[in-house]
């Protein structure tokens, strides 16, 4: 192409010919050279295009593209003589017009050939462009737009999309990204302390998205970490009494998991002294939670009682409030409370009533935690089979979640189950995985009927 280009090689007819001056033809050193070459030798308005396109991306939308380069009256020409060069091609045409460079090194050199202050200048036209032609839809954008900002290096704008996009990976359960998106968030506010200093509330909500994240898939002691300095701005941002409550709530589950029941009903018993009179809400319920679990956990004839009267309390007016994931759980505690009182037929209502609600909200944790607990029922039925298939599927929705925590516990019960079938070679397996996790995790109750299994 580049010596088509240079005219060094022409067509005659339908035959390729090569002109003598071929041979003192300078062939550059890198693939780089050859295309920067080539997009050197572009018209100036066209060789802009390019590098406007560059900057979007290996694939770049018509009307974006008009938007930054403001050419949108010639650019369609422009386009075409960049398609005619074999640098670009149409992608699609619906639902909006869109290319594509041709091969991603023509995207990376064009781009590398602009100066960093007018590639940023680019980035931030970029940015505007997303949020003015896409206004409607903005949430389908949020990671484009942090990383045009954040290459713009406008830090506030930045951290606002990085946090926007944190929590939409999130709920996902794209963990890995949404951690990359909250750290550079923690990264740009402690790098830029007057913009730390004045959004304190940026950084409580990146350290909530991390916690939630590493709890989510098991580092519990990370999460304890990042909920306790959450807690720490969020007393002294003064934050309402009901959402530093639900920062209690998700402190006590990473207690809870290190087998520290008593810190937890002590961070219960506090977070309903905060509510006050407000005992009927999903806080209030969060913190009955926390106390009924604790003392479920601690064991005993009152430990026992106790739990019992949250959870009844809690059952009073949960249906009245909205669902969340954090709500999940205390369903699930209801749940159980009706089994142990074999009570089938509420216990039944229950969970048809979180299954429906889990699926709308589309919450992993509480449609693997279901898929546990129904293998329980089999289970103490003596139908294992049919246990060890609920237990399966409560594990593979735990692994695409990536909840390492609730994997162990769908792995351990497997591996009980193959035992009282007694098929002992299987059952090491998942009892020796489980183990791995807990051991990771740090739930010494667990780690001890794990190895007590194996």
Known sequence: RSLIDNGIVYREGNIWKAKAEIEAF??????????????????????????????????????????????????DQYLWKLEDRDLIYEERAVPELEYSFKHVLTQETAYQSLLARRRSAFHRKVAEGIEALYRERLEEFYEQLAYHYDESGDVEKTVEYLLKAGEKAR??????????????????????????????DWGL?????????????????????????????????????RELVRLYHWLGRALFWQSRYEERIRLGEGGLAILGDDTESVEAALMNLAIAVGSLWLGGAGNIERWREFILR??????????????????????????TDKNMEEQLKWFDELEEKARRHRDLEALGSLHSYRGGRFEGTGDLRRAILEYQKGLDIQTKAGDSKHESWSLGSIGRSLLKLGHLKEAEEPSNRALHILEQVGNKRDIAWAHLRI
Do not use: W
């Not at 359960?173 to 830029?192: H, M, P, T, W």
């Not at 249906?319 to 954090?326: D, K, M, T």
């Open 26 to 75: 300078p062939v550059p050193d890198t693939i780089q050279g050859v295309i920067m070459s080539r997009i050197d030798r572009l018209e100036e308005e066209v060789k802009y295009v390019l590098q406007c396109a560059s900057v979007i991306g290996r694939l770049f939308r018509h009307r974006l593209l008009a938007y930054t380069s403001d050419r949108e009256q010639e650019l």
């Open 314 to 339: 809690t059952a009073q007016f949960i249906r009245r409030l909205p669902y969340s994931e954090e709500v999940g759980v205390a369903y699930l505690q209801i749940c159980e409370l009706f089994a």
């Open 205 to 241: 909500e990146a350290l909530k998205g991390l916690g939630q994240i590493y709890f989510g898939i098991g580092r519990i002691p990370e999460a304890e970490e990042h909920f306790r300095q959450a807690i720490a701005i969020g007393k002294e941002i003064r934050l309402t009494p």
């Open 171 to 200: 709920l996902a359960y794209q963990n890995e990204e949404a951690i990359r998106y909250f750290q550079r968030a923690l990264e740009l506010l402690d790098a830029s302390p007057p913009l730390g200093e004045s959004r304190k």
